[in-house]
């Protein structure tokens, strides 16, 4: 209950994280899920202690893209709620609290208590970084997590046409309107190289986030191509930025600049 996270922080509770880093975006169907865990991936990859918590409370994606489904629940210990564990990576999301095919039917409070308690009432660790997989949009989440937490930063994730972008940078409004600095901007689905004739397409205007990016001061972390192995990779609950390859590395590169 928020009352438990309350009294912990005036207990003088430490951080969860060393780095707390929200990534958003302005629509949904961006692949900001995905280019959070895989951030969360290529972090540990590089022997940080990483933590990863799903705070899409109404559409968990946590429990698929890090391949668990099906787990047990969360268990709570004296010391806390304890995180589950995959690819290094431990992890906290409301799937593991609700059934898969349960929709989550909240108010803002209960969802702002519900992100105090995984920020607060985790058993994290000592993490170098903890990634916060924020629902798309402005919404109580974002709220919750300005005004009750220690954020470092937000990362915000745009596909790079005009659509997507002008409801990314609203979204980084809200950042800077509470005072949390963007660590900078993904363009993910930047294009396509047609595995038949290996012609590349930009489908939706590669480069309209680096322009973004340039245009707003905020740094580029890069590029992320859209490719099918990406997508059947998270269907199947494994990180692309675990394995080799140009896209793995993107994801590497994203995520050294990112906490730089
Ligand atoms: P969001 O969190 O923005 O709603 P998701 O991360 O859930 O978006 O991604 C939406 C869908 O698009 C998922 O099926 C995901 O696997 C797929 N996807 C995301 N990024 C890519 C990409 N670069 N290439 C191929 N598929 C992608």
Redesign the pocket.
């Known amino acids: 209950k928020p009352a438990s996270s309350t009294a912990r922080k005036a207990a003088g509770a430490k951080p969860p994280a060393r780095l707390i880093i929200a990534v958003g ?1 302005g ?10 865990a895989n951030l969360a991936a290529a972090c540990a990859k590089t022997g940080l202690k990483t933590g990863f918590m799903d705070a ?1 409370i109404y ?1 968990p ?1 946590g429990p698929r893209l890090f391949g668990l489904t099906g787990a047990p629940g969360l268990k709570k210990t004296d010391v806390g709620i304890e995180p589950l564990e995959a690819h290094g990576v431990k992890l906290v999301s409301m799937g593991f609290l609700i059934g898969e095919r349960d929709p989550v039917v909240w108010r803002g409070p209960m969802v702002t208590g519900a992100v105090r308690q995984f920020m607060d009432d985790v058993n994290w660790g000592d993490l170098d970084v903890l990634i916060v ?1 924020l629902p ?1 949009g402005t919404g109580d989440v974002q709220l919750a997590l300005a005004q009750g937490t220690p954020l470092t930063g937000a990362v915000i ?1 745009s596909t790079p046409q005009d659509l997507a972008l002008d409801d990314a940078k609203k979204a980084m409004a809200l950042f800077d309107k509470t005072q949390i600095p963007v660590l900078g901007m993904v363009e ?2 930047s294009f396509f190289i047609c595995p038949h004739c290996g012609e590349g397409s930009e489908i939706f205007g590669r480069g309209g986030v680096r322009a973004e990016a340039e245009h707003l001061g905020v740094p580029f972390l890069g590029e ?5 192995a ?2 059947e990779a ?2 199947a609950g494994e990180l692309t930025a675990l394995g080799e390859g140009p896209v793995a590395q993107a994801f590497v590169r994203a995520a050294h600049r990112m906490i730089e």
């Open positions: 975006s629509k949904g169907g961006v692949g900001k899920s995905t280019v959070a899409d559409g994606s997989d798309p994730v993910n689905m992320i191509p859209l490719h099918p990406l997508r998270s269907d």
